[in-house]
């Protein structure tokens, strides 16, 4: 990161210079105001004022997909928190105990510019009382503050990336909190737009009620499954794939205790990972200690003569061995594996620490075999999870699990929508 100081003779001729030698994208960190080479400030030298910038010096990017049907149109104008449903409310009554705190911290240091500004004009006040009493000094003293103060929202709009700086403070706030968790620039910028065109003037300035009507935004967009669902007298079978090192053999033995231990079902497990022997080791180690029957298939004759085998069972499970999206021979191998008489509910397993772009990627080439829906495992390893927002837009996956750890079977929960915006939104502070 670069950072620079300029000193100019009012806020506009500050602006100039941070503009001119670091460009739009500059961010001010800080302003003051110094003594001049004429006097006093305020009265009778003429200000100078002391501006702080920084600009990011990396220059990484990428194509951004456009935002598609999925974020919700037409919400009813004026709303209000209150209608939220049944399953939204203890949800939307967290955010309201903690947003003013976090609203006073993220504006804070636009207020120590202002109590800053305060603080100067008590002064000059009390060493020049009587110069107060001219009307067209104090006037000029509150022109220049009205002026800084436009001047700071502007540039904090045009730092966020909303070049129009007619957004609301509280919206700029959110969405540079939607950048910084991840998500893509087109995506947040549509939600703000959103919020802006559907939240009433009068609560546009409340922080917990335009939180809250984002959050209700994320909620229509997200999608979840609901977790396994099982009918009675209705086998399910559940297969997991995706790239090594994701963590499939382990959900697939929470997923197995989750069944068993929890729902009382007799599960049978059938692995095909003959890349990887420890894997195959592992599995058989938590089947072992479950109790549960396990069998090891190399090819698609094994894989169903192995399901048939297991026709008395309520839940097969099938782990996959690692593939990378890259290989052609093996994402063709893994085509054929699932091409039997047998209907496979297969989920897409992605580690929560997965770059954007190679989500996009895994999602394109695996996508190829019908997927019921997405696993995120290793949230305990990410502090991110915009991406998780900009998966569920493009591809419109339900997600169906979160693990958060390697224990089993401990570490891992059904999606909810109130969970990852959380996630996203950090309303619980964790």
Do not use: C, W
Not at 55 to 70: K, Q, V
Not at 79 to 88: H, K, L, M, N, V
Not at 326 to 354: C, K, N, V, W
């Amino acid at each position: 990161m670069q950072i620079k100081r300029f000193r100019g003779t009012d806020m506009n001729d500050a602006l100039q210079q941070v503009k001119k030698s670091m460009g739009n994208d500059a961010i001010i960190l800080s302003t003051r105001h110094v003594r001049g080479g004429g006097g006093t400030f305020g009265l009778f030298g003429k200000p100078m004022l002391e501006v702080t910038a920084a600009r990011d010096t990396d220059e990484n990017g990428g194509e951004a997909s456009a935002l598609l049907a999925a974020l919700p149109r037409g919400l009813p104008k004026g709303r209000r928190a209150g209608s939220a449903t049944q399953g939204e409310s203890e949800f939307l009554r967290q955010m309201m105990t903690k947003n003013r705190q976090e609203t006073e911290n993220l504006l804070a240091p636009l207020q120590d510019e202002i109590y800053e500004l305060k603080q100067i004009l008590h002064s000059v006040g009390e060493s020049h009382r009587e110069q107060l009493h001219d009307s067209s000094a104090l006037t000029q003293i509150q022109s220049e503050i009205t002026e800084i103060r436009q001047a700071l929202h502007g540039l904090s709009a045009q730092s966020a990336g909303l070049r129009d700086a007619d957004f609301p403070e509280n919206l700029i706030v959110l969405y540079q909190q939607l950048i910084f968790s991840g998500m893509e620039e087109k995506f947040s910028r549509r939600l703000v737009e959103e919020s802006l065109r559907n939240i009433p003037d009068k609560e546009m300035n409340e922080f917990s009620y335009v939180k809250i009507f984002l959050a209700r935004m994320l909620m229509k967009i997200i999608q979840v499954t609901g977790g396994i669902r099982v009918e009675p007298n209705q086998q399910k079978i559940i297969a997991l794939v995706g790239p090594t090192g994701v963590g499939k053999t382990t959900t697939v033995a929470k997923l197995a205790s989750e069944q068993h231990l929890k729902y009382r079902r007799s599960v049978g497990l059938i692995t095909i990972d003959t890349f990887r022997i420890a894997a195959v080791e592992q599995l058989k180690v938590y089947a072992k200690i479950m109790g549960l029957p396990i069998t090891v298939v190399t090819g698609k004759v094994d894989l169903e003569r192995a399901i048939a085998e297991f026709a008395g069972h309520d839940v097969i499970f099938v782990d996959t061995g690692g593939r990378s999206q890259r290989d052609d021979l093996q994402m063709a191998q893994l085509y054929e594996m699932f091409g039997g008489e047998h209907p496979i509910e297969i989920y897409l397993t992605i580690s929560a620490t997965t770059k954007d772009t190679d989500q996009i990627e895994i999602t394109r080439r695996f996508g190829q075999i019908p997927l019921a829906g997405v696993v995120y495992t290793k949230l305990d390893e990410s502090t991110v999870f915009g991406p998780i927002f900009n998966h569920s837009i493009r591809f419109k996956s339900p997600i169906a699990y979160l693990t958060t750890g390697q224990k089993v079977p401990e570490d891992i929960e059904v999606a909810t929508k109130e969970r990852l915006v959380d996630l996203l939104l950090n309303i619980a502070g964790g």
